[in-house]
């Protein structure tokens, strides 16, 4: 089991920054993809950021690559999610979500474990 916790999130206005944080712990692995995905109100969720532990490469969805950016501290078991020039249509809560395949998935289903979630408000 991987145990996943988030932090980080808050209210923004637009144009500002926040950086959201995923912990994992449990039996971890170099081998697991982290991917960062999102749900707004009404709407189902979507993939927006992805990393691999073991070699870092990194996966964006078209309307965050260029202000967010994923990494990875490994000595910390930790992926951060930085969000800058924030949109008020990126308001949503976000998920970490962990899966043992060194490829990224964009379908939630795919995905063996979940954090409980951060959210994210962005006003106008």
């Known amino acids: 089991q991987v145990q996943l916790v988030e932090s980080g999130g808050g209210l923004v206005q637009a144009g500002g920054s926040l950086r959201l944080s995923c912990a994992a712990s449990?039996?971890?692995?170099?081998?697991?993809?982290m991917t960062w995905f999102r749900q707004a109100p009404g709407k189902e969720g979507e993939f927006a950021a992805a990393i691999t532990w073991s070699d870092g490469r990194t996966y964006y969805e078209a309307s965050v690559k260029g202000r967010f950016t994923i990494s990875r501290d490994n000595a910390k078991n930790t992926v951060h999610l930085q969000m800058n020039n924030l949109k008020p249509e990126d308001t949503a809560v976000y998920f970490c979500?962990?899966?043992?395949?060194?490829?990224?998935?964009?379908?939630?289903?795919?995905?063996?474990?979940w954090g409980q979630g951060t959210q994210v408000t962005v006003s106008s």
């Open positions: 979500a962990a899966r043992p395949v060194l490829i990224a998935s964009t379908r939630p289903n795919e995905y063996d474990y």
């Open positions: 449990g039996r971890t692995s170099s081998r697991y993809t």
